[in-house]
DNA sequence: CGCTCGGTTGAGATAATTCAAGTGCAGTGG
DNA sequence: CCACTGCACTTGAATTATCTCAACCGAGCG
């Protein structure tokens, strides 16, 4: 497979000129395989590269001192990270992997040439920037204002969304998750066992099988279940004229 | 006050030159006072401009369809907003003011504009965005896993350090805060009943004082409660060389 | 003066948690 | 091939955090 799952995602939103596909994937960059549950980035950690999942599921996590865990995001085949490394120098959290993982790392000082030497790819990072906010606004949202059942199924329906976007996933084929009850509790915070009493109802309902990996029969009750709405991630998004714009030159800073 | 907010918030962490500065001021934009519970930007609106909140606050905020509330953030004086205006048309929630308030708005254009001759400005808007992604999480963490007294010592917290970025607090100063049980039940998924009751034991405690505005006496019981580290701020933050990176110029884009 | 609106407080209901025991499967070693 | 162990998941029962409903209070305002 030549075909970058980065490039791919991109795509979805921008068509990026050949020589700009090309530059990326010519670019210095280590492709790293790595098991499950290994750690990526630690929290507080020096960022020094900017980081593609090429294949596989990660997360975004914070830990609490007393050992509570909250899970960010779901970070999934295209998702690009750590694009603060460009200007700031620690990590506000952690990133691990949650199935086996291939993942790929650029420096930051070649990544920067690169977008600086093809401006699509800049407003395609800016654009994918945007769409993670939107994705976190709404996982705010999940979190603070729905019920269990509710937030496991908007869950779903983003990953499988997402999944669809990334090309790792076709909209009609059946997506089985690799989610643990562990995970899905962390990430729409509730305990372990409250989520599997949830799923259990929703596998009563018809909604989901769950005979070792979770698999949804019946997306559109779940969603209509979760009130899910896609605007939040902005898949209708086209770029502005940019032109001559955003010129991130040199700076003038002290301190 | 020819200072404005957004650039005293933003020499924070970067020093403007003096022509960024006086371009900043120049800019064509509008200035408008807007009273309490007035809409800024509604959910699905097309965006045109940057805004910057003057004085005063706003939230942003998601309705869902059964009328649930859920405030995503809070916004103050300094804090500029609707930047994904530059590439997308949509806004995904809603903002409203919950004090008078001042609020500058600029045409896209111009701002895009601005923000390219400007190389210093263009990195400080991207550290912007990285504290507010920052901002994002820890609400996150503080919805999904933290208790009742936690989540509102949390956000109390976090409101005070804001503020005094803003300047528009000292930090010895005992700060006010403009927040009703109402709003601040729906920024931390509590219900306002219980958002009382929690005060009214914080207050027994000896951590606030409520007549009529909130007032925190001591900050770093609250903290201590709350578990609160300031690294998602990113207060330590320097850009780095960021010399001929970044030119968002031309889109080769389709559809 | 009488309203309205935000805040407080009580009592009962409910959603979710904790603790604990039990199930079933996958992997390992005999 | 079978037993043994470990691990994720399930289920029950008791507990707790938070919610809802409802009454009441007090300040601000026409």
Same mark, same amino acid.
């Given at each position: 497979?030549?075909?970058?799952?980065? /490039?791919?995602?991109?795509?979805?939103?921008?068509?990026?000129?050949?020589?700009?596909?090309?530059?990326?994937? $010519?670019?210095?960059?280590?492709?790293?395989?790595?098991?499950?549950?290994? $750690?990526?980035?630690?929290?507080?950690?020096?960022?020094?590269?900017?980081?593609?999942?090429?294949?596989?599921?990660?997360?975004?996590? *914070?830990?609490?001192?007393?050992?509570?865990?909250?899970?960010?995001?779901?970070?999934?085949?295209?998702?690009?990270?750590?694009?603060?490394?460009?200007?700031?120098?620690?990590?506000?959290?952690?990133?691990?992997?949650?199935? =086996?993982?291939?993942? *790929?790392?650029?420096?930051?000082?070649?990544?920067?040439?690169? +977008?600086?030497?093809?401006?699509?790819?800049?407003?395609?990072?800016?654009?994918?920037? +945007?769409?993670?906010?939107?994705?976190?606004?709404?996982?705010?949202?999940? +979190?603070?204002? *729905?019920?269990?059942?509710?937030?496991?199924?908007? =869950?779903?329906?983003? /990953?499988?969304?997402?999944?669809?976007?990334?090309?790792?996933?076709?909209?009609?084929? $059946?997506?089985?998750?690799? /989610?643990?009850?562990?995970?899905?509790?962390?990430?729409?915070?509730?305990?372990?066992?409250?989520?599997?009493?949830?799923?259990?109802?929703?596998?009563?309902?018809? /909604?989901?099988?769950?005979?070792?990996? =979770? *698999?949804?029969?019946?997306?559109?009750?779940?969603?209509?279940?979760?009130?899910?709405?896609?605007?939040?991630?902005?898949?209708?998004?086209?770029?502005?004229?940019?032109?001559?714009?955003?010129?991130?030159?040199?700076?003038?800073?002290?301190?």
């Amino acid at each position: 497979m030549d075909m970058d799952a980065f /490039l791919a995602r991109l795509q979805n939103y921008v068509t990026l000129p050949g020589p700009t596909r090309a530059a990326m994937s $010519s670019v210095r960059h280590v492709l790293r395989q790595m098991p499950r549950g290994k $750690s990526i980035i630690n929290e507080g950690e020096v960022l020094k590269r900017v980081h593609v999942i090429q294949k596989g599921w990660a997360i975004r996590k *914070r830990i609490l001192e007393d050992g509570r865990r909250q899970i960010l995001n779901f970070l999934m085949p295209g998702d690009i990270f750590d694009l603060q490394a460009m200007i700031d120098s620690r990590s506000d959290h952690a990133i691990e992997t949650i199935t =086996l993982c291939e993942v *790929r790392s650029i420096p930051t000082q070649e990544f920067l040439a690169l +977008v600086s030497e093809h401006p699509a790819l800049a407003s395609a990072l800016w654009w994918s920037t +945007v769409q993670e906010e939107g994705i976190l606004r709404e996982h705010i949202v999940r +979190v603070g204002r *729905r019920n269990a059942i509710e937030r496991i199924s908007h =869950l779903l329906i983003e /990953l499988r969304r997402r999944l669809i976007l990334s090309e790792s996933a076709d909209a009609d084929e $059946s997506v089985s998750l690799p /989610l643990s009850r562990q995970l899905i509790a962390d990430a729409v915070g509730l305990s372990p066992v409250h989520v599997s009493r949830t799923i259990s109802s929703m596998r009563r309902m018809g /909604l989901v099988s769950a005979n070792g990996h =979770l *698999r949804v029969l019946d997306w559109d009750s779940l969603a209509s279940i979760a009130g899910y709405d896609d605007q939040y991630l902005h898949l209708d998004a086209r770029p502005l004229d940019m032109t001559g714009c955003v010129n991130v030159g040199d700076r003038e800073t002290t301190a």
